[in-house]
């Protein structure tokens, strides 16, 4: 047993590296013009904004603390050391600190604002912090023509090399099998329509939550009851009828009637139907070959009776004495129909069903906070500022994007940069057919014909005033 995992370790080792590369290799293709330009928006080089402020706030992460501009209360406590007079009044505070925070995001306001009132600062020393915060967010800031984009693949990339790829199950509940880790980062960054797990968490409303027995009731509302998990047998004379035997327990344990089994199986014009108490007895109504009986009896079978379509599976859990559904599965746009639930806290691991449903912002904001719980799952630490830029960049066109040849790779501007990345010459030779004109604006390109590349100092352009010789008197 030793030798079998030592042997299986080695080869999810070597497995790893080779998927964590290619997925590092589309990020920096997909990410490498991005760029950082002096109005402080993020845009690609033919000028499409990717954000309009770099990470919401501006501030370069290299030289923040900690993700923050500074630490307010460091640099309050250090004040109050060399200090002295009467404590400002709250209003003076809050006065001057909406001064100097005017370019600050608001949660650093907060932050500044909450340091300054615990403190016991004088007016003149919370001007001193307040002067002092300012001077460390400006030299805190990101500056224009950074490579932001390059940054933040290598910033994502590196830690999907550390990262185990197997699947895990959630601790304590074994009913649903979930994701983790690099194959989970992998589908996201590629936009899959389908997640190879998909998830739901359903929060309920009011004495529902609190209230197991009726929480139980609304599980068994969201579950997909099919005919073929109410039925204890069938028989099948081919020719003629098929006879489905109802079991009792089982539709006690699904909260079932003989009359809803009826209703679901009424819009069938293949057969009639005769219900006695457990058995119901479907009467073809044309003699038909073996094989078109079994494909009927099989429709049959599948056909859903109540819940939601596609959720195979529902667990009870609770969490802060609530009751929340968790479900193998996912479909919001009908599970917002049944009775019950708290419709404005539904939560699914299918982004791309997100962006169907509630739109391509509810999509943007979803693909975050998964990239964030994949790579905090795992212990990794990146920072927000790089996640942020990846979905942003994903979502920019309105709808999802993949990292990739079928994604921002492949829909890039420049002729050059898409048939330096994959299948290049079907893209040259397309670009050819449409007389597409390559204005070599991004990295790849200029890489391609020796020019300087637009980042960094190169993204200026200088012109020289050449005075004229003055003529001779």
């Given at each position: 047993?030793?030798?079998?995992?030592?042997?299986?370790?080695?080869?999810?080792?070597a497995?790893?590296?080779?998927?964590?590369?290619?997925?590092?290799?589309?990020?920096?293709?997909?990410?490498?013009?991005?760029?950082?330009?002096?109005?402080?928006?993020?845009?690609?080089?033919?000028?499409?904004?990717?954000?309009?402020?770099?990470?919401?706030?501006?501030?370069?992460?290299?030289?923040s603390?900690?993700?923050?501009?500074?630490?307010?209360?460091?640099?309050?406590?250090?004040?109050?050391?060399?200090?002295?007079?009467a404590?400002?009044?709250?209003?003076?505070?809050?006065?001057?600190?909406?001064?100097?925070?005017?370019?600050?995001?608001?949660?650093?306001t907060k932050?500044?604002?909450?340091?300054?009132?615990?403190?016991?600062?004088?007016?003149?020393?919370?001007?001193?912090?307040?002067k002092?915060?300012?001077?460390?967010?400006n030299?805190?800031?990101?500056?224009?023509?950074?490579?932001?984009?390059?940054?933040?693949?290598?910033?994502?990339?590196?830690?999907?090399?550390?990262?185990t790829?197997?699947?895990?199950?959630?601790?304590?509940?074994?009913?649903?099998?979930?994701?983790?880790?690099?194959?989970?980062?992998?589908?996201?960054?590629?936009?899959?329509?389908?997640?190879?797990?998909?998830?739901?968490?359903?929060?309920?409303?009011?004495?529902?939550?609190?209230?197991?027995?009726?929480?139980?009731?609304?599980?068994?509302?969201?579950?997909?009851?099919?005919?073929?998990?109410?039925?204890?047998?069938?028989?099948?004379?081919?020719?003629?009828?098929?006879?489905?035997?109802?079991?009792?327990?089982?539709?006690?344990?699904?909260?079932?009637?003989?009359?809803?089994?009826?209703?679901?199986?009424?819009?069938?014009?293949?057969?009639?139907?005769?219900?006695?108490?457990?058995?119901?007895?479907?009467?073809?109504?044309?003699?038909?070959d073996?094989?078109?009986?079994?494909?009927?009896?099989?429709?049959?079978?599948?056909?859903?009776?109540?819940?939601?379509?596609?959720?195979?599976?529902?667990?009870l859990?609770?969490?802060?004495?609530?009751?929340?559904?968790?479900?193998?599965?996912?479909?919001?746009?009908?599970?917002?129909?049944?009775?019950?639930?708290?419709?404005?806290?539904?939560?699914?691991?299918?982004?791309?069903?997100?962006?169907?449903?509630?739109?391509?912002?509810?999509?943007?904001?979803a693909?975050?906070?998964?990239?964030?719980?994949?790579?905090?799952?795992?212990?990794?630490?990146v920072?927000?500022?790089?996640?942020m830029?990846?979905?942003?960049?994903?979502?920019?066109?309105?709808?999802?994007?993949?990292?990739?040849?079928?994604?921002?790779?492949?829909?890039?501007?420049?002729?050059?940069?898409?048939?330096?990345?994959?299948?290049?010459?079907?893209?040259?030779?397309?670009?050819?057919l449409?007389?597409?004109?390559?204005?070599?604006?991004?990295?790849?390109?200029?890489?391609?014909?020796?020019?300087?590349?637009?980042?960094?100092?190169?993204?200026?352009?200088?012109?020289?005033q050449?005075?004229?010789?003055?003529?001779?008197?």
């Amino acid at each position: 047993f030793h030798a079998m995992g030592g042997r299986e370790g080695l080869v999810d080792t070597a497995v790893r590296t080779q998927q964590s590369g290619y997925m590092q290799r589309r990020l920096i293709n997909a990410l490498e013009h991005i760029r950082l330009e002096y109005d402080g928006t993020v845009r690609d080089p033919h000028g499409h904004i990717v954000q309009f402020l770099y990470g919401e706030d501006g501030i370069d992460v290299q030289k923040s603390d900690h993700g923050e501009a500074f630490n307010p209360s460091r640099l309050a406590a250090s004040q109050t050391m060399v200090d002295s007079g009467a404590k400002a009044t709250k209003t003076e505070i809050e006065t001057l600190a909406k001064k100097y925070t005017a370019t600050f995001n608001p949660r650093l306001t907060k932050l500044v604002i909450d340091a300054l009132n615990k403190s016991n600062l004088s007016k003149s020393g919370v001007e001193t912090v307040c002067k002092k915060g300012l001077s460390l967010y400006n030299s805190a800031r990101a500056e224009p023509g950074q490579a932001v984009g390059i940054v933040t693949a290598q910033s994502i990339g590196e830690p999907g090399t550390q990262m185990t790829l197997r699947t895990f199950h959630f601790a304590g509940i074994k009913e649903r099998n979930v994701t983790l880790g690099l194959p989970r980062l992998i589908e996201l960054v590629d936009a899959r329509k389908k997640p190879v797990t998909p998830t739901m968490d359903v929060y309920l409303e009011k004495e529902n939550k609190t209230n197991r027995e009726k929480a139980i009731e609304v599980a068994r509302n969201v579950l997909q009851t099919k005919v073929s998990a109410l039925i204890a047998d069938t028989e099948t004379d081919y020719s003629t009828n098929i006879k489905l035997i109802l079991s009792e327990k089982r539709l006690r344990e699904r909260g079932c009637s003989v009359a809803e089994v009826e209703a679901s199986l009424s819009s069938n014009k293949k057969f009639k139907m005769e219900v006695t108490a457990e058995l119901i007895t479907l009467n073809l109504v044309e003699e038909c070959d073996t094989a078109t009986a079994i494909g009927i009896r099989n429709k049959v079978l599948n056909t859903t009776v109540k819940g939601v379509p596609d959720i195979e599976r529902v667990t009870l859990v609770q969490k802060d004495d609530e009751w929340v559904i968790q479900t193998t599965g996912s479909n919001i746009a009908k599970l917002l129909e049944v009775k019950g639930i708290d419709k404005r806290n539904v939560r699914t691991n299918n982004v791309f069903e997100i962006a169907g449903t509630l739109g391509i912002e509810a999509a943007r904001n979803a693909l975050i906070s998964e990239l964030q719980h994949t790579l905090g799952d795992q212990g990794l630490e990146v920072d927000d500022r790089y996640i942020m830029l990846v979905s942003d960049l994903m979502c920019s066109r309105g709808y999802m994007q993949q990292i990739g040849r079928h994604g921002i790779a492949g829909t890039k501007d420049s002729v050059l940069a898409r048939a330096a990345f994959e299948i290049t010459v079907p893209t040259l030779a397309h670009a050819a057919l449409a007389g597409e004109v390559e204005a070599l604006r991004g990295i790849t390109e200029n890489v391609i014909v020796g020019s300087q590349i637009p980042i960094g100092s190169g993204t200026v352009d200088l012109y020289m005033q050449v005075s004229k010789k003055k003529s001779d008197k």
